[in-house]
């Protein structure tokens, strides 16, 4: 940031966000666009205050993000937080690796980065699966399955929406195109799971005893 004082004027540039607050009134910025301020004093004695953005959206660099993701992820998606705080709309990047285990980062509007281990579809205590397992097999939104899933998995809702991010990559529910506010409606398609890897021992196990009970 930095600031000039020609003739009467003050400008400052190169931030992004703003809370602006006026006699008890508090305004803050729509979008993270690079802005300048001009502070402007008239001949009226009345101070202007012009708040110019640039119309281009900045770069975000997410280099601390990849720096805390593990040997052997890669990138496979990144979508936006449904709600706007001061301004500035968080971030959700996905890894996976080649055993398929899924990884996620949520990056607040601050720039804080928290991450989400959603594990394999095929392991049933994954929270991708244990999400996949619970989903509603009518339209649903994403707040009910506040009371659905167990409070592990709800924690501050961010597991919820990386967890159903990777379902819809995956095709297992898709958007109805319903909204009410900003939450989506979503739906559960006729895409079958694999089978957990309990499931498959389960089957092994069984076929073993019936082998030896011939």
């Known amino acids: ?50 708040i110019i953005g640039s119309g281009k959206e900045p770069v975000q660099d997410y280099s601390y993000v990849y720096a805390s993701v593990p040997s052997g992820y890669k990138k496979i998606l990144e979508t936006e937080a449904a ?6 709309r968080g971030r959700y990047i996905y890894f996976k690796n080649s055993e398929s285990n899924y990884l996620a980062f949520a990056v607040g509007s601050g720039g804080k980065e928290y991450k989400i281990t959603l594990g394999k579809i095929t392991d049933k205590d994954s929270k991708l699966r244990t999400v996949l397992d619970n989903l509603p097999s009518r339209p649903f939104h994403k707040a009910e399955l506040n009371s659905i899933l167990p409070p592990v998995i709800i924690e501050n809702r961010q597991p919820i929406k990386a967890a159903l991010d990777v379902l819809e990559l995956e095709g297992y529910l898709k958007r109805s195109g319903k909204k009410i506010g900003i939450s989506e409606e979503f739906v559960k398609t006729h895409k079958i799971p694999p089978k957990t890897v309990s499931q498959i021992k389960l089957v092994e196990d069984n076929e073993v005893t019936k082998r030896d009970g011939r």
Not at 26 to 37: A, C, R, V
Not at 83 to 88: A, W
């Open 1 to 50: 940031m930095s600031m000039s004082v020609p003739r009467d004027d003050i400008e400052i540039t190169n931030f992004r966000n703003y809370v602006l607050k006026v006699e008890g009134t508090e305004i803050t910025s729509k979008n993270s666009q690079d802005k300048k301020l001009i502070l402007t004093v008239g001949k009226d004695n009345v101070l202007y205050v012009q």
């Open 83 to 88: 709600k706007t705080i001061r301004g500035v």
